[in-house]
């Protein structure tokens, strides 16, 4: 699991060096990512600081809102308070005393609200002193009044100080409100910028990602279009790979053909020749015997004439040189005959079918029964995958080598024969034919698998023709032949099949 | 057959086997006219000449492998002529190719014998042959 992480780390390093259309388009994608993570991010602080900037502006509003509720109270105690002392009527004082009630209040909330400006909150403090100075003036006259002092009460507000008062205080609260006024504006100019910058930063993105787009798409496409032609190219090679294999297996099969049809003419046109030579010498053979006849006629009327080396010459060496013709000619037929059959192995129509081997093994077992018995021998036949090939050409093949195993066993000790098999992987199929007779030597191996080859002691019949006739039938069901073989102790033929035989289509001609 | 005797006619290139096959036919007392041929284009300017085809009963004994065309040919040829066609082949040759007996049976051959390497059986075959000739009834060509 580790090791396939770091795998994996691995290749996608490999990958990130590596220059390739899919890398750019990745690079691309990402950079269109963090871009975008850029606007959210920029936006995000945006929208705060307009929301900021809002509150700010409420602010503002507020603080001047509160100044001139201050100074509306202030005038409408003073009012209040003018009109209590010109009438006289208490009724008159709900408004002074309303003031009186709300304006600490508003005091204290106006220096709160500037709390964040020291400028402002002086100012504020200012206007809050002068304010409740402005109220303890008028408390006193109204302290008099209330009293009775109606005439000391009016001197108070005849002394001026509080209308002095009053105008400090709309000097005090209108440059307040004039420097709120101009921070409201300069707010109101920031948001804006705030905002216009967040349209700004956003179009340049989205720009910016349209660009990026454009150039995925288009990296994109010319990939796509290489991709394709690529594969245009791969099939078009493809196609002339598989016209190229027809071509050659066509070529192969006819040469195929050629050469069997070579080595079958060929031993016809050698056959011919040999009728006439066996014909012949059988016409030698009648006349010398007729000749010997003649002689022996002479020789019992007229011995004289007859001379000693002419009866030798027709009685011992016109024969022995007649049998030497004839063995030889004979042999020189049999070798014929070999190449003969070997050629319509190969010319013979194969017909695949599933072939119970463990059954088509004993049944060969079976057959050199007689043999076994006699070199005390033994064959086992394991139990065998099955097959899907030509019956015939199997059964002389394992027929072939058994009959080789049964042939040149070891008489010095008891004969074990084995057959064994399994399925590999790929579809193939393996037997071996095992057994501990005589052994074949090493530099022998390739050579008895050759026409008329033999190898070991030349005490059995045969013309050295089985193996040739395994290999070439093998080889036709598109398996192989090998051989593993001590001398002395043993051989193994090991066999290797497809399971299933697919004829090639030059296969079909008889 | 009694005044007009079948005459064989041999269509083989290799002389050794003419003279064995001939040979072997007189051994089994057959007397009849035998006209050996080496090439088939000679064969068949005899066997289509006017005379031969106006004449007599034939029998021929074909070999297959000629020099100068197949037997396979004047087989054909034989058996697609209309008079010469009812003369019994026999197709004596080295070959034993299953598909070309066939072939041969097919064109119309009588009999197929395949040449033994071994003596004693080609004589053998020969002089069976003979004896088959002597019995057998050849129809008249015309």
Same mark, same amino acid.
């Given at each position: 699991?580790?090791?396939?992480?770091?795998?994996?780390?691995?290749?996608?390093?490999?990958?990130?060096?590596?220059?390739?259309?899919? #890398?750019?388009?990745?690079?691309?994608?990402?950079?269109?990512?963090?871009?975008?993570?850029?606007?959210?991010?920029?936006?995000?602080?945006?929208?705060?600081?307009?929301?900021?900037?809002?509150?700010?502006?409420?602010?503002?509003?507020?603080?001047?809102?509160?100044?001139?509720?201050?100074?509306?109270?202030?005038?409408?105690?003073?009012?209040?308070?003018?009109?209590?002392?010109? =009438?006289? #009527?208490?009724?008159?004082?709900?408004?002074?005393?309303?003031?009186?009630?709300?304006?600490?209040?508003?005091?204290?909330?106006?220096?709160?609200?500037?709390?964040?400006?020291?400028?402002?909150?002086?100012?504020?403090?200012?206007?809050?002193?002068?304010?409740?100075?402005?109220?303890?003036?008028?408390?006193?006259?109204?302290?008099?009044?209330?009293?009775?002092?109606?005439?000391?009460?009016?001197?108070?507000?005849?002394?001026?100080?509080?209308?002095?008062?009053?105008?400090?205080?709309?000097?005090?609260?209108?440059?307040?409100?004039?420097?709120?006024?101009?921070?409201?504006?300069?707010?109101?100019?920031?948001?804006?910028?705030?905002?216009?910058?967040?349209?700004?930063?956003?179009?340049?993105?989205?720009?910016?990602?349209?660009?990026?787009?454009?150039?995925?798409?288009?990296?994109? #496409?010319?990939?796509?279009?290489?991709?394709?032609?690529?594969?245009?190219?791969?099939?078009?090679?493809?196609?002339?790979?598989?016209?190229?294999?027809?071509?050659?297996?066509?070529?192969?099969?006819?040469?195929?053909?050629?050469?069997?049809?070579?080595?079958?003419?060929?031993?016809?046109?050698?056959?011919?020749?040999?009728?006439?030579?066996?014909?012949?010498?059988?016409?030698?053979?009648?006349?010398?015997?007729?000749?010997?006849?003649?002689?022996?006629?002479?020789?019992?009327?007229?011995?004289?004439?007859?001379?000693?080396?002419?009866?030798?010459?027709?009685?011992?060496?016109?024969?022995?040189?007649?049998?030497?013709? &004839?063995?030889?000619?004979?042999?020189?037929?049999?070798?014929?005959?070999?190449?003969?059959?070997?050629?319509?192995?190969?010319?013979?129509?194969?017909?695949?079918?599933?072939?119970?081997? =463990?059954?088509?093994?004993?049944?060969?077992?079976?057959?050199?029964?007689?043999?076994?018995?006699?070199?005390?021998?033994?064959?086992?036949?394991?139990?065998?995958?099955?097959?899907?090939?030509?019956?015939?050409?199997?059964?002389?093949?394992?027929?072939?080598?058994?009959?080789?195993?049964?042939?040149?066993?070891?008489?010095?000790?008891?004969?074990?024969?084995?057959?064994?098999?399994?399925?590999?992987?790929?579809?193939?199929?393996?037997?071996?034919?095992?057994?501990?007779?005589?052994?074949?030597?090493?530099?022998?191996?390739?050579?008895?698998?050759?026409?008329?080859?033999?190898?070991?002691?030349?005490?059995?019949?045969?013309?050295?023709?089985?193996?040739?006739?395994?290999?070439?039938?093998?080889?036709?069901?598109?398996? =192989?032949?090998?051989?593993?073989?001590?001398?002395?102790?043993?051989? =193994?033929? &090991?066999?290797?099949?497809?399971?299933?035989?697919?004829?090639?289509?030059?296969?079909?001609?008889? | 057959?009694?005044?007009?005797? %079948?005459?064989?006619?041999? %269509?083989?290139?290799?002389?050794?086997?003419?003279?064995?096959?001939?040979?072997?036919?007189?051994?089994?007392?057959?007397?009849?006219?035998?006209?050996?041929?080496?090439?088939?284009?000679?064969?068949?300017? *005899?066997?289509?000449?006017?005379?031969?085809?106006?004449?007599?009963?034939?029998?021929?004994?074909?070999?297959?492998?000629?020099?100068?065309?197949?037997?396979?040919?004047?087989?054909?040829?034989?058996?697609?002529?209309?008079?010469?066609?009812?003369?019994?082949?026999?197709?004596?040759?080295?070959?034993?190719?299953?598909?070309?007996?066939?072939?041969? *049976?097919?064109?119309?051959?009588?009999?197929?014998?395949?040449?033994? %390497?071994? *003596?004693?059986?080609?004589?053998?075959?020969?002089?069976?042959?003979?004896?088959?000739?002597?019995?057998?009834?050849?129809?008249?060509?015309?």
């Amino acid at each position: 699991m580790e090791s396939r992480t770091s795998r994996r780390w691995a290749a996608f390093r490999q990958f990130l060096r590596t220059r390739s259309p899919y #890398r750019t388009v990745l690079l691309l994608a990402t950079a269109a990512t963090l871009l975008l993570l850029v606007v959210n991010l920029t936006t995000f602080f945006m929208i705060q600081r307009i929301a900021d900037d809002n509150a700010q502006v409420d602010h503002t509003q507020e603080v001047r809102t509160t100044a001139r509720e201050v100074l509306a109270w202030l005038l409408d105690a003073e009012t209040s308070q003018r009109s209590f002392l010109l =009438t006289g #009527r208490a009724d008159y004082l709900t408004n002074y005393e309303r003031a009186a009630e709300i304006l600490p209040e508003r005091l204290n909330a106006l220096v709160g609200l500037t709390l964040d400006n020291p400028e402002q909150n002086a100012r504020a403090e200012t206007i809050r002193d002068l304010a409740e100075d402005r109220v303890a003036v008028l408390e006193t006259a109204m302290d008099m009044a209330r009293a009775g002092r109606n005439a000391d009460a009016l001197a108070v507000v005849r002394r001026g100080q509080g209308s002095e008062l009053m105008v400090q205080l709309r000097d005090e609260i209108s440059v307040l409100d004039t420097q709120e006024r101009n921070l409201l504006r300069r707010r109101t100019d920031q948001s804006e910028d705030t905002s216009r910058s967040t349209v700004y930063i956003n179009a340049a993105a989205g720009l910016l990602m349209l660009i990026l787009a454009t150039m995925s798409f288009i990296i994109l #496409r010319r990939f796509i279009g290489e991709l394709a032609e690529a594969r245009d190219e791969v099939a078009a090679a493809n196609a002339s790979l598989e016209q190229k294999v027809k071509e050659r297996t066509g070529a192969l099969s006819r040469a195929n053909e050629e050469i069997q049809r070579f080595a079958y003419i060929v031993s016809h046109d050698l056959r011919a020749p040999l009728v006439n030579v066996m014909g012949y010498t059988s016409e030698l053979e009648q006349a010398g015997k007729t000749i010997d006849l003649q002689m022996a006629k002479v020789e019992t009327a007229q011995p004289d004439l007859v001379e000693q080396d002419a009866l030798v010459a027709v009685r011992e060496d016109v024969p022995e040189a007649i049998g030497f013709i &004839r063995a030889s000619t004979e042999k020189m037929d049999r070798l014929i005959n070999a190449i003969l059959k070997l050629s319509r192995e190969g010319r013979k129509t194969l017909t695949p079918e599933t072939l119970d081997m =463990t059954g088509l093994c004993q049944k060969i077992a079976d057959s050199v029964q007689h043999q076994t018995s006699e070199a005390d021998a033994e064959i086992q036949v394991a139990d065998l995958p099955t097959i899907e090939s030509d019956r015939l050409a199997i059964e002389q093949i394992f027929g072939n080598l058994i009959d080789n195993a049964v042939k040149y066993l070891d008489r010095d000790r008891p004969g074990l024969i084995t057959v064994g098999g399994r399925e590999t992987a790929g579809g193939w199929v393996e037997y071996e034919v095992t057994d501990n007779g005589r052994g074949i030597s090493d530099r022998d191996h390739e050579r008895i698998f050759e026409l008329f080859r033999r190898s070991g002691r030349q005490d059995r019949p045969g013309e050295g023709l089985g193996l040739a006739f395994v290999r070439n039938s093998v080889r036709r069901l598109g398996g =192989t032949i090998d051989i593993e073989s001590e001398l002395g102790k043993g051989s =193994t033929f &090991r066999l290797k099949f497809p399971k299933r035989l697919v004829l090639a289509s030059g296969e079909e001609f008889q | 057959m009694t005044n007009n005797p %079948v005459k064989i006619v041999m %269509v083989e290139d290799d002389h050794g086997h003419a003279k064995l096959i001939e040979k072997n036919i007189r051994r089994a007392n057959i007397a009849n006219e035998i006209a050996h041929f080496d090439d088939g284009g000679s064969a068949l300017d *005899y066997l289509f000449s006017p005379e031969v085809r106006a004449n007599g009963p034939l029998l021929i004994l074909l070999d297959l492998n000629l020099p100068d065309m197949s037997g396979t040919d004047i087989l054909a040829k034989v058996k697609g002529d209309e008079r010469l066609r009812r003369a019994p082949v026999v197709v004596l040759t080295t070959t034993d190719d299953k598909v070309e007996i066939q072939r041969c *049976y097919d064109l119309g051959c009588n009999v197929y014998i395949t040449k033994p %390497v071994d *003596y004693e059986s080609f004589a053998g075959a020969i002089r069976q042959l003979g004896l088959f000739l002597s019995v057998m009834q050849s129809p008249d060509i015309d």
